[in-house]
């Protein structure tokens, strides 16, 4: 997946090395650009369309695939998880009901923008600088259409700062974060790359676009973790104190005075044995009950929501991480929509 990854950059750079016009190729990329923008805007049209004349809806989650895996610096199959992910959603093994009573099979409740298609926009030299800014691009396409909220699927955590990004500028200021995972992804720029999974929360404390962070479920974290968290005042919570935590985050109350409540959702957040289908295995995590009672407790407008980080090549064969993700999905669904 790696080398496949590369393809297109490789692929520009022989064009290059044979003489051929880069306005020749800049057009070109143009036009694939706005073609992927252009079926993520005009679905999002529609089911905006549908939801207005329906009526009675002041926010509808509306799902976004970011198939995205290449920034991750172990494993890229986060890349295949948006598919997979609608699937368990759709699969019929339960019914369309959350556990707050919300039915995901109702469009007022729940729509489906598609996805941007990451690796064909890869595939022609498209580099990460404008890659980001087109991912930006698809969430306000989305946010445009009134009363559609993202829940965007990875996808490696890399797009959580164009994600939330987005969310900022498009609401005119910043949010506050709900950061559910086992590592505090704050690095300046983890391996020289600034865009890495494991970089994305530096960029988004760095650009303003939050003002507070909270970081629940962490036990992967070295100096420069706990010295960026420091440095942008993140509230850090590590597992080895979540039993006297557990009160106050069960209890959360967060959004007043900012544009809302963000919510990113790392599944490696989740103890193995609850998610084994994620690149870095971590042990001593959350229960899924704990990450549903923090969810379901939080007072606060999330206006929106990433799931992010689930390896369906490192699933179980009968797909238990992809359920897994599908519910914390019509979970948040339903956190999102009223």
Known sequence: MKNIGKMGIHYLQRLKAANVPNDLIEKGQNRV?????????????LKGELLRALGGVVASSSLLGVPIGHNSSFLQGPAFAPPRIREAIWCGSTNPSTEEGKEVDDPRVLTDAGDLP???LRD?????????????????LVMEQEPLRPLVLGGDHSISFPVVRAVSEKLG???????????????HAFEGNKYSHASSFARIMEGGYARRLLQVGIRSINPEGREQGKRFGVEQY???????????LENLKLGEGVKGVYISVDVDCLDPAFAPGVSH?????LSF?????????????VVAADVVEFNPQRDTVDGMTAMVAAKLVRELTAKISK
């Open 281 to 285: 295995i971590e042990p001593g995590g």
């Open 33 to 45: 650009i706005e073609a992927s923008l252009t079926l993520i805007r005009e679905r999002a049209k």
């Open 124 to 140: 022609c030299g498209v580099d990460d600088d404008r890659l980001m800014s087109i991912i930006s691009e698809s969430v306000k």
């Open 173 to 187: 200021g910043p949010v506050d974060i709900l950061h559910l995972d086992a590592h505090p992804d704050i690095y």
């Open 238 to 248: 590590e597992m080895r104190t979540f039993s006297r935590d557990r009160q106050l």
């Open 118 to 120: 990451v690796q064909e």
């Open 289 to 301: 009950r704990d990450v549903l009672n923090i969810l379901h407790n939080l007072k606060g407008d």
